[in-house]
């Protein structure tokens, strides 16, 4: 009985999960033969495939999508089988069946055959998927589908926006699909009324849409397209100041960084001490060490490297003044002399020992990327780090020169060094301890320059020279005098390099520099007193 | 652990050069090893690039010794460092030459390190395989060029740019030295021919090693918001793409928005940054590492096991050098000898097979047949090729978009025999170069 009832049960489930089975294989075999399309097609079919794909209302389609879309969709030669890889990093990529979402292990990249993609299909599929993306619940999300679609739109997908905006409730979102829709309309249709919406927005497709718009052969259009154009016109104006003075400080405070270390060797001790960068080269290699013994931890790596960059630079530091520059006391030509030696020593060493080729420094994820002001004017992150970081070392040194007992003393050794030492002050040890603090500052230089150029054996050459045109500009000497010169050589050459061009601008930026020290051969801000005559 | 091999390593490399240098036997002609001069900087600024070079044409030649040898003889490398200063290359070629008594060089990368040791090769009579791409506007008799010609990169890509994507504006970015200002020059004189106004070019030059891209970056992207699509043709050299590129990504201009397409930036530049935020953007080169031919892969895997590093990469110039000493192999092989009157007459014509499933053929201007890739940058650090053209190409030596060089060829086959033959005047020019500058 029970055993009957069994068997009927069975054959029940049998019956009902037949249907199911075999919807399944056809899915199956119908994604296969989607993506077999999608595999052969010629880049200018890709892209109907792909429509037809978000179409077919499988599941998995968003994924073969994603994959198709970051070049991962691939097909295994043999079997004919597709599989998304999942990683594609050396000779055999990790691979997970695209249909069954089975791990199938790692394949020989000479096994497989990527399915093609190219930047206009990216963006048709972004665009594919943005439209996917407007009906989540989540209204970031949809914010961003909705910016991504913005100079994305045709015709079919016009229709989907405009039903989509009326059942939209968040503002935001709602604003940004009204603007890509009156993007598609003024820049297929002509659309007079779009116009208005786009007057005063500061994206950059609404501006391209406007400005092809002031080709048009309708008059009424033209006008009003020109109208909305001079109105963002001003505001782009505002914005792009803006963003010149920002650019100037950030690159002022990268040269306020790099010189500030020299500020103290140089400025305050009076040694040429022309390795300065490759000092600024070791804090660098030091970051890209800290992240070399910490994978996977970018950001702790880039924060253990602050102190461990000061120290590995303050010890090379301690070692050049003692191997070296102590003996040379008080005779310029040999200490710039030996000390360039030392420079092309210590580069040497690096290419030998680690490298000739740069190293990749990781940036964290909270330092790339930038702060989104408006659509005109965006902050890039690293950069703002690197402004910040500047002046807290600055003010730290300040601090550290004009509060702390050291300071007091290397100021004392500075202006008399006989007075100094017969008040009891060890001359030697303080020579050195500022050695070491000028080279540790040029460490933290070197940790943070790694996060915006390259790291390798000529990081220092690159910045030693605007270094030296920082301190002297400043007035040798004064740390306040290497602030306001960085920052305003930084400002200098970012108001001149648009229009002077980059070359042009670095030539203008030295010859005017030459021209003030003949002014006033003692900087910005010459120190004064008897201590500055001698 | 690792540093230390890599202190061996490099004293061994020193012990070798070392040895090499110091114990040269004057041998006679057609006795004891065929040396051949390597002649790439190890130090300096151009170690970067160079020093891979360096070991491929070490591996080639070891893999040569292997399989016997040339003409029943061992191939000997002579290694010397010219250290990325210029007039050195110069000095260290005449060393080459004169006191190490080399049949062949391989070696060169920057243009002006190029044209420095150009007289010494012409007045020594030696051979030299230079495999960078590079700006043209010459043609050496002693000098065979296994990189691109402007038309076997610049042109096609800008092709591609033109045609296929549908580009209307351009910006022309590039460091200031020879190799971009003279590129620029041919595809502005291009670009113009094909109807493209003033006001839709943008040239833009910076210095070398250049970092702060800020406001040139922000230009670009004023520049590309006119309504017209734009692109980025680069011919940034060296090590300032990173910070370049970096910039792109942090400004967030897309490829999809404004494609930068980059003739100097391979597999190797790429190895230095992460490629994430870069997808999409293109380079131009006659090789890529991706390439799916099996020739590529054995390559690929010659060279991995030779580094000993799981994640070395492949790049354009080595496979330059990969046909430039394979041609120059098989042009010993015809002409029984190593002589370099021999070598020189008996290379043109020569085909090897290249690394992208083609095959490279020696013209008579000393350029070879190359195909073109277009390729977009993925985030594993490597290209996917979008477009490649239907044939190879071969290499032109004077640019028919340049008012001074449009009406000269080169060939060096008897009777012409000449390197600047100007077709109106119907008379060779005499000088290697004239129009470049």
Known sequence: MSIIRSLKQLLIVCLLSLPVLGHAQ????????????????????????????????DE????????????????????????????????????????????????????????????????????????????????????????????????????????????????????????????????????????????????????????????????????????????????????????????????GSVLVLAAIGLAITFGVMGVINMAHGELIMLGAYTTWGMQQMLPGQPGLALILSIPAGFLVSALAGVAIERSVIQFLKGRPLETLLATFGISLVLQQLVRTVISPLNRTVVTPDWMSGSIMVNEALSLTLNRLYIIGFALVVF??????????????????????????????????????????????????????????????????????????????????????????????????????????????????????????????????????GRAAEG | MKIKKQITAGLSALALSLTVSVSAPVAAADEGPIKVGILHSLSGTMAISESTLKDTMLMLIKEQNENGGLLGRKLEPVVVDPASNWPLFAEKARELLAKDKVDVIFGNWTSVSRKSV??????????????VQYEGEE?????????????????????????????????????????????????????????????????????FGHSNWQSIVSDIKTFGSQGKKTAVVSTINGDANVPFYRELANQGIKAEDIPVVAFSVGEQELSGIDTGPLVGHLAAWNYFMSVDTDANYDFIDKWVAYTGKEDAVTNDPMEAHYIGFNMWKEAVKKAGTTDVDAVKDAIIGVSVPNLTGGYATMMPNHHITKPVLIGEIQDNGQFS?????????????????????????????????????????????????????
């Not at chain 2, 390197?419 to 290697?432: F, H, L």
């Open chain 1, 26 to 57: 056809a899915n199956d075999e119908q994604a296969q033969s989607l993506l077999t399309q999608l595999a052969d097609a010629s880049y200018a079919q890709k892209g109907k495939i792909a429509g037809e794909i978000a179409r077919s209302g």
């Open chain 1, 60 to 251: 998995r389609a968003r994924g073969w999508l994603e994959a198709f879309s970051a070049g991962k969709l691939a097909k295994v030669e043999d079997s004919g089988k597709f599989v998304i890889v999942l990683s594609n990093r050396g000779r055999n990529w990790t691979v997970q069946d695209a249909l069954t979402g089975d791990d199938l292990g790692e394949i020989s990249r000479r096994d497989l055959d990527t399915i093609r993609v190219n930047n206009s299909l990216r963006s048709e599929i972004d665009g594919i998927l943005s439209v996917i993306d407007l009906t989540v619940n989540d209204a970031d999300k949809r914010l961003e589908a909705a910016r991504g679609l913005r100079g994305n739109v045709d015709e079919a997908m016009a229709k989907k926006l405009t039903e989509l905006m009326a059942s939209e409730e968040d503002a935001d979102v709602k604003a940004t699909l009204d603007e890509a829709l009156a993007i598609y309309k003024v820049e297929e249709q002509g659309d007079i009324g779009a116009v208005k919406t786009l007057s005063g927005s500061l994206n950059s497709e609404a501006r391209a849409a406007l400005n092809s718009a002031t080709y048009s052969d309708d008059p009424a259009l033209k006008q009003a397209a020109q109208d909305a154009l001079a109105s963002i016109e001003t505001k782009l104006k505002w914005n792009r100041a803006a963003e010149t003075l920002y650019f100037g400080l950030s690159l």
């Open chain 1, 395 to 528: 003010v730290g040194l300040m601090l550290i020169m004009r509060k702390t007992r050291l300071g007091l003393e290397v100021r004392a050794v500075t202006q008399n060094r006989a007075m100094a030492r017969s008040m009891g002050i060890k001359a030697t040890k303080v020579d050195i301890m500022t050695f070491a603090l000028g080279s540790g500052v040029a460490g933290l230089a070197g940790v943070a320059l790694s996060q915006i150029t390259n790291v390798g054996p000529n990081l220092g050459q690159n910045y030693i020279i605007d270094s030296f045109m920082v301190v002297v500009f400043g007035g040798v000497g004064n740390l306040w005098g290497t602030l306001v010169a960085g920052l305003s050589l930084g400002t200098i050459n970012q108001l001149l390099e648009p229009w002077a061009g980059a070359v042009l601008a670095k030539i203008l930026v030295l010859v005017f520099i030459i021209l003030f020290i003949q002014k006033r051969p003692r900087g910005l801000f010459p120190q004064k």
């Open chain 2, 118 to 131: 150009l007289p010494v090769v012409e007045e020594l009579n030696g051979l030299l395989f230079y495999p």
């Open chain 2, 139 to 207: 043609s050496s008799e002693n000098v065979f060029y296994t990189g691109a010609a402007p038309n076997q990169q610049a042109i096609p890509a800008v092709n591609y740019l033109m045609n296929q994507v549908g580009v209307k504006r351009w910006v022309l970015a590039g460091t200031d030295y020879v190799y971009p200002r003279t590129t620029n020059k041919i595809l502005e004189a291009y670009l113009k021919d094909h109807g493209v106004a003033d006001d839709d070019i943008m040239v833009n030059y910076t210095p």
């Open chain 2, 385 to 437: 090729v979008v477009w490649q053209t239907p044939s190879t190409v071969a290499g032109d030596a004077w640019s028919d978009y340049l008012p001074g060089s449009k009406d000269l060829i080169s060939d060096w086959r008897k009777p012409l025999h000449c390197g600047n033959y100007n077709v109106v005047t119907k008379s060779c020019g005499g000088k290697s170069e004239v129009a470049a500058e």
